[in-house]
């Protein structure tokens, strides 16, 4: 059974002054799926989410669609109403304000009940169910990232962009966190990742793009890109 383009990239170029960072930049997601998008820092995969998600404002050139709509350019709150959410790098939570405070601000510009969304994602983070009061900041660095996916999930996004959803948590944790976006996934929300830990990356996506300076190098099956001797030493940590 064939699935639905969600998210189409053609063609993406972004300048940094005269820094050319994102050099004609190609991807696709369909409906149901978990793209990785992998490579080394520097590469250009947070440049590409933020392009996408409209932080960065229009690029020099290339052309983003989101269910068929193109949204080269928009404002990232009208994105945002497509149906798109991002976990921006670091988590970026409101450290002032308390867990159901930031739940609050994801869900700003929906219409359904607050308490709607409260009850999936304390599903999801039973522990931020028990800190719902306790402020942000005050959390560890695995529950911020979870009130992180949890706030993005507030506004009932089709698809989510993830960027480095592991960096700087412990093992453990880390394998909490690709636990719960295969949930999230399975709950029918398509996920394009961008993560340094491109072994558990690929492990749970079906399909993945390599970036070298700026460019797609290599794209397939998650799977054969695991089999891929280049990609295994390079970024995986096997030789």
């Known amino acids: 059974m064939s699935m639905q383009e969600i998210l189409r990239v053609e063609d993406l170029n972004y300048y940094y002054g ?13 409906e149901g799926e978990i793209v990785a998008l992998i490579g080394s ?3 250009g995969k947070t440049t590409t989410l933020s392009c996408i998600s409209g932080l960065l404002g229009k690029p020099a050139r290339g052309t983003i669609m989101l269910y068929g709509k193109n949204i080269t350019g928009k404002r990232t709150e009208e994105i945002v109403s497509y149906g ?13 304000l308390t867990v159901r405070e930031n739940l609050l601000m994801g869900a700003f510009n929906k219409s359904y009940p607050f308490s709607e969304g409260c009850k999936y ?14 402020e942000a900041g005050t ?10 996916f949890a706030r993005s999930l507030m506004s009932k996004p089709n698809i989510m962009l993830m960027d480095e959803p592991s960096l700087g948590l412990a093992p453990l944790i880390v394998k909490e966190i690709f636990e719960t976006i295969k949930r999230i996934n399975a709950d029918g929300v398509t996920v394009l990742i961008v993560e340094q830990n491109s072994k558990a990356a690929l492990n749970i996506a079906r399909r993945g793009y390599v970036m070298v300076n700026g460019q797609i190098a290599l794209f397939g099956d998650a799977e054969r890109l695991i089999k891929n001797e280049d990609v295994r030493k390079q970024y995986l940590g096997e030789d």
């Open 84 to 96: 798109l959410a991002h976990v921006l790098e670091g988590r970026h939570i409101f450290a002032k």
């Open 139 to 148: 959390l560890s660095g695995g529950e911020q990232q979870m009130l992180a």
């Open 18 to 30: 005269a820094n050319h960072a994102l050099k004609g930049i190609n991807i696709s997601v369909e």
């Open 121 to 134: 994602v304390y599903q999801l983070f039973p522990r931020l169910k028990e800190r719902e009061e306790q």
């Open 41 to 43: 820092n520097g590469a």
